[in-house]
């Protein structure tokens, strides 16, 4: 069986903890206890994170501040770190406020060819890139990614700049994803039902959450943690 890193760019605030203590709590947990071949870690910089004890293990620090300019700095480190550490064959970046179901991205790196970078792909300029709430990276291209850090950091954004530098060395693969995006109220039982049985009929793994009310956001995570991971919760 294949085996996978998650790593969400992280950094504290009100709604940030909240989607911490209602969603990666038990998602962390139920991955320990069932996917032995998975683990997970939230990349946080310079935030205290001292009162997140019980996943400590579960944190990777690195030494830049929060600001999101040094979203790809993290990430790199992030990618160094779990080179060094752990075995795996790709990472998938995302972070905080997307739903990952597990049981569906383990189907899916099991059949995937040795070097493999997908998400979902957008134009920008003359390349292409891959939207940074979902990368699913092979370890070698990983590998080629730190070796050559310098030649990726453009200051602009961090996915602009990882496809910036990654199109044309290697093909990328759409993976289709659901967005639950700009909505202000929130959902009755009935629309989040039809959100679990839309992910579970296309088989999605990743689902981009991001609306302009944030209470919408911890319900819809709250929501899919409890259909997905409740015997954690």
């Not at 891959?130 to 310098?150: A, P």
């Not at 700009?182 to 839309?198: A, G, H």
């Amino acid at each position: 069986m294949k085996e996978l890193i998650i790593l969400a760019i992280a950094s504290r605030n009100e709604t940030y903890d909240q989607f911490v203590k209602n969603y990666w709590y038990h998602i962390i947990k139920y991955v320990k206890q069932n996917h032995t071949n998975i683990k997970i870690f939230l990349l946080y910089g310079n935030s205290n994170i001292d009162d997140f004890d019980e996943i400590k293990d579960n944190i990777i620090k690195s030494e830049y501040d929060e600001t999101f300019p040094n979203i790809l700095e993290k990430t790199l480190d992030a990618f160094e770190f779990v080179t060094n550490k752990y075995k795996y064959d790709y990472i998938f970046r995302t972070n905080l406020s997307t739903f990952t179901v597990i049981e569906h991205i383990q189907s899916i790196i099991n059949m995937l060819p040795e070097t493999f970078i997908g998400g979902t792909v957008a134009p920008y300029e003359n390349f292409k890139f891959i939207g940074g709430m979902g990368i699913l990276i092979s370890k070698d291209i990983i590998q080629n990614m730190i070796e050559n850090r310098k030649l990726i950091l453009n200051k602009t954004i961090d996915d602009v700049d990882i496809g910036k530098y990654l199109y044309g060395k290697y093909n990328f693969t759409n993976i289709k994803r659901l967005d639950i995006v700009c909505k202000n109220y929130l959902f009755n039982e009935e629309n989040l039902n039809m959100i679990y049985n839309t992910i579970i009929s296309n088989k999605f793994f990743f689902i981009r959450i991001k609306n302009n009310n944030r209470k919408v956001d911890i319900q819809v995570l709250t929501y899919l943690t409890n259909k997905f991971y409740n015997n954690l919760c």
